[in-house]
């Protein structure tokens, strides 16, 4: 598992920069550099969401299922990365996100 920060303060299971979903999809079949890549499970916080349970349970380390298969971190569709950084502050939707961890393999 990896340890992660979540920059994207407008998802509803971000706590603290930690993620309260247990396990994140990032997306990205076809990146070729982090820009490509998109966190699949963002959900955008809506205020009658401010007080769920997600939020109860912030993880600092994630289990991360990883589309993004030209990453050098990528082995079987699983992010074996020590650390990711999940970028999109302001983000109100998944295509707003991006895996910053994002290294293209050699070729």
């Not at 820009?35 to 939020?55: I, K, L």
């Not at 994630?62 to 983000?91: F, L, P, R, W």
Request: aromatic content about 6%.
């Amino acid at each position: 598992m990896a340890q992660l920060r979540c920059e994207a303060e407008n998802c509803t299971y971000n706590n603290s920069q930690c993620c309260c979903k247990g396990d994140i999809m990032v997306g990205g079949m076809r990146a070729d550099r982090c820009d490509d890549t998109c966190c699949e499970s963002f959900r955008q916080e809506r205020e009658d969401q401010a007080s769920n349970s997600f939020n109860d349970h912030p993880c600092q380390t994630i289990s991360i299922d990883c589309e993004a298969v030209k990453c050098v971190y990528n082995t079987n569709y699983k992010c074996h990365a020590e650390h990711v950084d999940i970028m999109g502050c302001q983000a109100e939707d998944c295509r707003q996100t991006a895996c910053g961890t994002f290294q293209e393999k050699a070729r």
